[in-house]
DNA sequence: ATGGGCACCTGGCTGC
DNA sequence: TGCAGCCAGGTGCCCA
């Protein structure tokens, strides 16, 4: 579920409570997640203390003394600052219980998320290591984004949610991003012209900011931390907005399936 | 190398 | 009311 904005909003709202803090006790209840959480990472994380609280993609970055934790949210994920003492509830599956007394609570029903611990450089992780790009970072930019897309006959939707070409852009902002810089969601890779290519990174940062000062988008389950949800929703042009009137022109918005995801779009605005 | 499709999992909604 | 079927913010991997 979370794309960059809510994963950032997480990040954000942890900060606060976790940076500086020692990891008094990491206790997995649930170690079925997308892959099995390590058996020996509790005992590792054990006493060390957070340096750092970063992101990469769509994984937020826990810097410890001597290595990184490194959390992916999936679809359904979600993180929560509670007080240790609170109750699980149904799929809170890892407590990571700081000495301040509150735990940091991982979330998360499908179990599509993932729990990693590395001792090495971060970057170099077999999940980080082949990442593009991040999307406010300078070496994403139009000249870039021709280079990438020049020989590719894939519908520029799917590109712009590979996180070999950027990062960080899943199935909501990528129709997003596409409305606003009015190219429509089929349309080959290749066929994205230089102007094109310079609206369409334009747009992916626009919407991406835009989404973070709302704090992200709720559609379902996501909530930050504080268990509040996200209000881009009520700003979404097209996505889940199908045969809706555009909010630019009237048009009613259409809907259809590219590569067993929803992708959505005004016949009139985007070209 | 590229592109397409599947798998992983639970819950909520729709329609019979 | 019950239940089958379908859909959902991600992404690694396998195959052609």
Request: charged letters at 25%; hydrophobic letters at 40%.
């Amino acid at each position: 579920m979370p794309e960059l904005p809510e994963v950032e909003t997480t990040r954000r709202g942890i900060e606060p409570f976790a940076l500086g803090r020692k990891i008094v006790r990491l206790a997995v209840h649930e170690p079925r997640l997308r892959w099995p959480v390590a058996k020996k990472l509790a005992h590792e994380v054990r006493g060390l203390r957070i340096r750092a609280v970063g992101r990469r993609a769509k994984y937020l970055l826990l810097e410890l003394d001597t290595g990184t934790l490194i959390l992916h949210l999936g679809m359904s994920g979600s993180l929560c600052v509670v007080p240790a003492t609170t109750p699980r509830r149904a799929h809170d599956h890892v407590d990571i219980v700081l000495d301040s007394g509150q735990t940091l609570r991982f979330n998360d029903p499908r179990r599509f998320g993932s729990l990693h611990y590395t001792r090495g450089v971060v970057a170099e992780h077999p999940l980080l290591a082949k990442l593009a790009p991040e999307p406010f970072d300078a070496s994403f930019n139009a000249d870039y984004l021709c280079r990438i897309s020049r020989k590719r006959r894939v519908a520029v939707k799917l590109l712009l949610m590979n996180s070999q070409l950027v990062v960080g852009v899943g199935n909501i902002y990528a129709s997003e991003a596409l409305f606003r810089a009015g190219i429509r969601p089929k349309r080959q890779a290749r066929s994205i012209t230089r102007a094109e290519a310079v609206r369409l990174v334009g747009a992916v940062r626009t919407v991406l900011r835009a989404a973070i000062r709302a704090g992200g988008t709720t559609l379902r389950d996501y909530v930050d931390v504080d268990g509040a949800p996200g209000y881009f929703s009520q700003k979404l042009f097209v996505y889940e907005r199908d045969g809706q009137a555009c909010r630019v022109c009237a048009t009613a918005i259409r809907h259809f399936n590219q590569g067993q995801r929803s992708s959505y779009y005004c016949p009139t605005c985007q070209k």
